[in-house]
T-cell receptor, first 115, second 114 residues
Framework: DARVTQTPRHKVTEMGQEVTMRCQPI?????VFWYRQTMMQGLELLAY????????DSGMPKDRFSAEMPDATLATLKIQPSEPRDSAVYFC?????????????FGPGTRLTVL | DAKTTQPNSMESNEEEPVHLPCNHS???????IHWYRQLPSQGPEYVIH???SNVNNRMASLAIAEDRKSSTLILHRATLRDAAVYYC???????????????FGQGTILTVHP
């Protein structure tokens, strides 16, 4: 049963520290998405890759966030330096983009707490 | 992006049908209607999608109004495991950088009573 995996599942860190979240998309999928979920803002799209190329990162604070896909099996989301307002659940999703459907498969999320 | 409007919350009893409405009066002719749900402490999961015709799958049915300005997700027999936040989302089929994006609203919190 193919699934999106994310590590770590939980992360507690102090303000100013670097945080790296990792995602392994489902093999064969050509799109990867990073979302952030908070009680106040709900689910927000941070970044979107197609065939490993970044297509849209307009939802991401550019000064401290960066998203990359070093290869087809790994996507990373990095925050440097982290701030308390970054505390949220970060979801990675992958999908096979085709006309008519673009079902996204979500991972279990990384719950980040910045103290 | 065209917007969707959903009730904040709905309640149902177990084993009864549930009809979750969604209004999308500004839908364009090329927008697909997608439904996702998010169970407690999990990531969202795909439920169903459609363009013009009603759709059925093992999870649910999607009824789309003739003018496409509204749709209804139907759970035929609600179970306790169906308690979740249900999101109605419009997605365009044109290419470009926005093709695959899903914009989540606040969704409908469904409570299922035993």
């Amino acid at each position: 049963d193919a699934r999106v995996t994310q590590t770590p599942r939980h992360k507690v860190t102090e303000m100013g520290q670097e945080v790296t979240m990792r995602c392994q998309p489902i093999l064969g999928h050509n799109t990867v998405f990073w979302y952030r979920q908070t009680m106040m803002q709900g689910l927000e799209l941070l970044a979107y890759f197609r065939n490993r190329a970044p297509l849209d990162d307009s939802g991401m604070p550019k000064d401290r966030f960066s998203a990359e896909m070093p290869d087809a099996t790994l996507a990373t989301l990095k925050i440097q330096p982290s701030e308390p307002r970054d505390s949220a659940v970060y979801f990675c999703a992958s999908g096979l983009e085709r006309r008519g459907n673009n079902e996204q498969f979500f991972g279990p999320g990384t719950r980040l707490t910045v103290l | 992006d065209a917007k969707t409007t959903q009730p904040n919350s709905m309640e149902s009893n177990e084993e009864e049908p549930v009809h979750l409405p969604c209004n999308h009066s500004t839908i364009s002719g090329t927008d697909y209607i997608h439904w996702y749900r998010q169970l407690p402490s999990q990531g969202p999961e795909y439920v169903i999608h459609g363009l013009t015709s009603n759709v059925n799958n093992r999870m649910a049915s999607l009824a789309i109004a003739e003018d496409r300005k509204s749709s209804t997700l139907i759970l035929h027999r609600a179970t306790l495991r169906d308690a979740a936040v249900y999101y109605c989302i419009l997605r365009g089929i044109t290419g470009g950088t926005s093709y695959g994006k899903l914009t989540f609203g606040q969704g409908t919190i469904l409570t299922v009573h035993p």
